[in-house]
């Protein structure tokens, strides 16, 4: 197998609340992790595609992903950097060259910006898609501001990030237990040099309330 795509939903979408956890909130009529998972399966680039899940989130899961051609789902853990880790352990046995390694809170990836991200790995150790500030920078201490922080340099990283396979489970089995809020902050760590590729404004990942409504604006605004 050349290239898998893991896509990490097993959180509990504390932020945005309501009855559902996020990632199986209807957007525009359809699941968003069936939307998300869409953008990765029939990708050219992508051979197989699996999801990590909360076990107790099983039978949402099914009904979500109906129909879709995936491999099994496997059980993640308590926080984003540990259900990596258990995802990219169940891929040993497929041995993948590569992975694409994704946030099912991601649901308006493009195939353009999945193929940007897979080039860069046929020649670049791992790749992050991601944007540059813009926004002036400001230190506050409670309502007031403390300072501003210069902004040459800072890039917002957005997924999915792409890796070699063999390294990134080294990556993540070695920085275990750690506070990583992304895969690319585990490579770094172990050394593996992250190559830039162009991220996408509307690459957005949703965390608030507000965000489902902006996504669905999105969504209905494209030929999506
Ligand atoms: N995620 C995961 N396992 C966890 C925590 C998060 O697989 N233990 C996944 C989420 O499902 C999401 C992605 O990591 O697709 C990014 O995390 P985030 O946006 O923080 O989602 P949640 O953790 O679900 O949301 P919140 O932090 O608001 O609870
Ligand atoms: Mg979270």
Not at 27 to 32: A, T
Not at 61 to 80: D, F, K
Not at 105 to 117: T, W
Not at 172 to 196: N, P
């Amino acid at each position: 197998m050349r290239c898998v795509a893991l896509i990490v939903a097993a959180g509990r979408g504390e932020r945005l609340g309501g009855d559902l956890p996020k990632q199986f909130l209807p957007l525009l009529g359809r699941p968003m992790l069936r939307r998300t998972i869409e953008r990765f399966l029939g990708h050219p680039s992508v051979d197989a595609v699996r999801v990590v899940i909360d076990g107790r989130h099983e039978e949402l899961y099914r009904t979500a992903t109906a129909g879709l051609a995936l491999l099994e789902p496997v059980a993640g853990g308590a926080s984003r950097q540990e259900s990596v880790r258990l995802g990219l352990e169940s891929l040993v046995e497929l041995a993948p060259g590569q992975v694409l390694i994704h946030d099912a809170a991601r649901p308006l990836a493009s195939a353009a910006l999945v193929e940007r991200v897979a080039s860069m790995l046929r020649t670049a150790d791992a790749a992050l898609p991601a944007l540059p500030v813009v926004d002036t920078l400001k230190r506050a201490e409670g309502a007031r501001t403390a300072g501003d922080v210069p902004r040459d340099g800072l890039w917002r990283a957005q997924t999915p990030q792409g890796f070699r396979f063999a390294a990134i489970l080294a990556a993540h089995r070695a920085q275990a237990g750690g506070a990583f809020t992304d895969d690319a902050a585990v490579a770094a760590a172990a050394g593996i040099e992250v190559s830039l590729v162009e991220g996408e404004e509307d690459n957005m990942k949703i965390t608030h309330p507000a965000d489902l409504a902006r996504a669905e604006r999105l969504l209905g605004g494209g030929q999506r």
